[in-house]
């Protein structure tokens, strides 16, 4: 039973070959055997999880029919949750109990999802292996030497090890789309804008947005339904009307235009991930989509210009965590200055210090106009690319990442750490939606394909990726999980 969508679940749910009660019992015996092996999640909710899923059968024998009722979910540890620790993965928060919840957690209670637990995360959603948290590095469930990708890592290997059965991320250069294309699961990340960030412990408050990580495409689309729409405790969060993100799933492809950016498929790209990503495209063409080659000239300055902003806009955010007001304080300050330091030195890890020295320095009086406005300007000339490119096509399609997940501890330099998102960012630093869907996996090992949507096409791309793996099978692959419990 854990095995199944979400979709699937809210089916067995509605005809009651399973409670609620039975299958929460049944995914928190699953993390008793693998998480400690996993390391995906940070904090287990055990006894509240039981007594929401108890609540949740009441209610549908009560004739409440919410799709999501009674379907457990794990939250990324970036979204607060009253009475429960909001650690963001780092030591700076490890004791923080939120006193409220997000948004995004909000309307999951209540939609009556089940919260099993917060999941592991790269420190302050920084960094692309989830090698960087503060409890300690995430395992790829595919292979336990490998990382899942990151910072949404605890969230991917969860899904794809069956720890829950849908879960939330982030992606603010990549976060949701990188870590579904290494561990074999769809992830979906939706335009700037369309989910609260309200309640959502900031990194880069420009780029940072909420989605769904999960089995496929249509639970994506229930995800959404709970996910997207206006909040007024937002002000970046678009006064649109969010659709019904499952009624259109069933959309024809015929007629649809995809564009392949050469960009995409260039230098750097693994050879077998390009045939995985090239013999998926093919099945589009027979679903009546027609295919061209097109250009995102600006492509290459968008991992230069990400790590100015997303590091200008992270010095300012994490500016607040002083060891006054909350989370970590150093032990016995002598002063004010010597708690602020020592706090901040001793709560802060390598890669969240590397960003606020850049951030700092990016803004610093004398080199604003040279760095932050010039990537401010670089980012306009990448929306206009992908302006362009949608008068012609619906959808952009390429891989996800440029090879498999990597193993542990393999990329020490940042900076090949920093282009692990090359495909990933532009989408971000332009506002637009983007979905990974597993393909063909190489060498055992999964493979993302990534499509991208104009602003606010998040009902186009959950069609596409659903039509995708209504005719195909490859996000249907479970992964064996060696010295462990088997699957
Ligand atoms: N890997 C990118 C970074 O480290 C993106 C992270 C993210 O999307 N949260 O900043």
Known sequence: MIEKTAAELSASLAAREVSSEELTRAYLDRISSLNEQLNAYITVCAESALEQARSADEKRAAGDSSPLLGVPIAHKDIFCTNGVTTTCGSRMLHNFVAPYDATVVENFNKAGAVLLG????????????????????????WDTKRVPGGSSGGSAAAVAADLCAMATGTDTGGSIRQPAAFSGITGFKPSYGRVSR??????????????????????????????AGHDPKDSTCANIPADDYTAGLENSLSGLRIGI?????AEGLSADVEQSIRDALSEFEKLGATIKEIELPNNHLSVSAYYVVAPAEASANLSRYDGVRYGYRCEDPVDLEDMYKRTRSEGFGDEVKRRIMVGT??????????????AQKVRRLIKNDFDLAFKDVDVVIGPTSPHTAFELGAKSDPVAMYLEDIYTIAVNLAGLPGISIPVAPVAGLPVGMHIVGDVFAESKLLNVAHQFQKHTDWHKLKPVITGGEAS
């Open 118 to 141: 917060k999941t592991n995360m790269d420190e302050f959603a920084m960094g692309s292996s989830n090698e960087t948290s503060y409890f300690g590095p995430v395992r790829n469930p």
């Open 198 to 227: 309200w309640g959502m412990i900031a990194f880069a408050s420009s780029l940072d947005q909420a989605g769904p990580i999960c089995k496929s495409a249509e639970d994506a689309a229930l995800m959404m339904n709970v996910m």
């Open 261 to 265: 950016p050469k960009q995409h498929f």
């Open 361 to 374: 320095y990016a803004l610093s009086a004398g080199f604003y106009d040279a760095y932050y406005r010039k």
